[in-house]
């Protein structure tokens, strides 16, 4: 799995782990939404869940402990979520770190989601009759019933998946909603890089983008997403620029990039008074739905119906029919799933346009040591990302040229992107040609090292260069040419009386930490805008004193 889904994973446990009890609970009335949870989760923690799933007993922490071997670095881990007696040894490298810390670990997930609890019991020793306190695991009963009856396919009363019969449908295909999803996914992602889009996003992408500060409108205000301001203020709109963290998220996977506008969703529907326990079902619900086929919206809550509207504007759902029937895209049935169709947007959009399988290398740039760029994509949106750091001369039916200059780079760190987000974009979209000769020229050098004698050496001392060395330290200058000279707002403090009125100030300064810099000799400090009124009267306080 990615690193970008693994971020997504972690990103959204973090925000389920800080729910309340309450919530918890009504969120594992659903059974669909115990199987997403529990896809989640790690392969240690997915182990204990499915031994005492269908255990009536209570389990004690100590034999919890007897299924971990730490001789030889194992795991027992559930090889399967459709039954809680196929397991498999699966070994983890050292880089997990010790058996002890791993199982703290789940369990401690397992808790915070109030999936198991402790439970303390009286136990009577058969060979001394003394009674000792033993602490026993039980799974939260609701999640456990719910999620018998998702492995099971018993159906539930909010499950979607039940036939309905339903007249006069309009046929969609797999192919179609493909094309319709990442049409909408695609704009967006445009209009982030700051190309020409057909259609500006709605108020509701253009908010969400704001908030979850992926791009920046430049104003001090706080931008309130109303329809008035949106007629009024169309320019401000169109003028949002990305910032640092736009850019990181287009590196992710799309999985990710969705899960992560999802999740700014959930915080802004709280503050709306929009029910958390319907918006995450919803969300949740729409992973396990199938991809073509039709659901009713007669089944849907009234926040789930305002969602609805909503999660069209993002391509996840494909809605012809007002207040009758919706269509769940790919995007949106992998929400919850192991692995993902989509990889990116773009590599996407050529799968779908191509129609043929997927492939495994997607590098597409050529770099020379003369900062030269050679791009073979025909995809816009790629183009536009390169935009944003090279400086594009030529286009042609399959190809982009251009030059990485200190221009274009100074631009691109104005905008917020730094050096290492775009050296790391440039390795990761690097022709496979390129990666080639970079495994050649390693395995060259590791015949000349004498020192490195083993593998993990090897790896540790030498380092793969995909992009040309020059190129990646000639960016990292032109970075370091924006960072020599910072600005801070501020007061600046001169013309003491004597040094002991300036030593009791500066000291003071040093003390709340409001100073900037200082000058002894020239009897000189600069202070925050933050720090001016503490020591206002700081220096009102000593006056009074002398007086």
């Known amino acids: 799995m990615s690193d970008s889904s693994n971020l997504l994973k972690t990103t959204v446990n973090d925000y389920l782990e800080n729910l309340p009890e309450s919530v918890h609970n009504k969120l594992y009335q659903s059974s669909i939404t115990c199987l997403a949870i529990f896809r989640l989760l790690p392969s240690l923690a997915k182990f204990y869940v499915m031994s005492l799933l269908f255990n009536e007993h209570s389990v004690s922490y100590i034999d919890l402990t007897r299924w971990i071997r730490p001789d030889n670095m194992t795991h027992l881990v559930s090889s399967s979520t459709k039954s ?17 810390m791993y199982q703290n670990e789940c369990l401690k997930r397992l808790k915070q989601l109030n999936l198991i609890k402790d439970v303390r019991k009286q136990w009577t020793n058969p060979n001394t009759g ?14 456990r019933k719910n999620f018998r009856n998702a492995l099971t396919g018993s159906q539930m ?4 998946n039940n036939d309905i019969e339903m007249t006069d449908v309009e046929e969609v295909s797999e192919e179609f909603l493909d094309r319709y999803s990442l049409m909408k996914w695609e704009n967006i992602l445009h209009f982030m ?39 009024g203020d169309n320019m401000d709109l169109k003028s949002m620029k990305i910032t640092q963290d736009g850019f990181q998220f287009l590196l992710q996977d799309i999985n990710a990039q969705i899960w992560q506008l999802l999740l700014q969703y959930l915080r802004m529907s709280e503050k709306l008074m929009m029910n958390p326990v319907d918006v995450l079902n919803f969300i949740f619900m729409l992973g396990s739905l199938e ?27 494909y809605y012809p029919e007002k207040n009758k029937y919706f269509y769940p895209t790919r995007m949106a049935t992998t929400l919850t799933s192991e692995k993902t169709t989509f990889k990116t947007a773009s590599m996407s959009m050529n799968q779908v346009l191509e129609g043929g ?40 039916a399959n190809m982009v040229t251009g030059m990485i200059t200190r221009e274009s780079v100074r631009e691109a760190l104005r905008n917020g992107i730094t050096a290492d987000q775009i050296i790391k974009y440039l390795e990761t979209h690097a022709h496979s040609q390129m990666k080639k000769l970079a495994e050649e020229k390693l395995l060259k050098k590791l015949e000349f090292d004498s020192n490195a004698t083993e593998t993990q050496q090897i790896g540790s001392q030498v380092k793969l260069e995909v992009i040309p060395p020059t190129v990646v ?9 924006m960072d020599r000279l910072q600005t801070f707002a501020g007061f600046l403090f001169k013309d003491f009386a004597n040094a002991q009125e300036f030593e009791q100030l500066a000291n003071y300064a040093d003390e709340v930490g409001v100073m900037l810099w200082r000058d002894d000799d020239k009897r000189k400090f600069f202070v925050t805008e933050e720090g001016i009124g503490q020591l206002n009267d700081y220096a009102n306080r000593l006056k009074r004193h002398r007086a």
């Open 84 to 100: 809680s007696s196929s397991s498999a040894v699966t070994n983890f490298p050292g880089a997990i770190g010790k058996n002890k």
């Open 130 to 143: 003394q009674l000792t306190n033993v602490v026993v695991l039980q799974l939260n009963p609701m999640f």
């Open 157 to 160: 009363s909010n499950d979607l």
């Open 193 to 231: 890089v700051g190309s020409e889009v057909p259609e500006l996003p709605s108020i509701g992408v253009l908010s969400l983008l704001r908030h979850s500060g992926l791009m920046d409108i430049g104003e001090e205000d706080e931008f309130i997403a109303t329809p008035k301001r949106f007629k």
């Open 291 to 317: 991809l073509g086929k039709q659901y009713p919206v007669t089944l849907l809550s009234d926040t789930q119906v305002i969602m609805l509207e909503d999660l069209v504007d993002y391509g996840l759902i």
């Open 357 to 396: 399988p997927e492939v495994k290398d997607h590098g597409s740039i050529v770099l020379e040591t003369n900062f030269k760029l050679y791009c073979y994509t025909t995809s816009p949106l790629q183009i536009a990302i390169l935009n944003l750091f090279v400086h594009l001369r030529t286009r042609f």
């Open 473 to 481: 330290d000639q960016i990292k200058l032109w970075q370091l040419e």
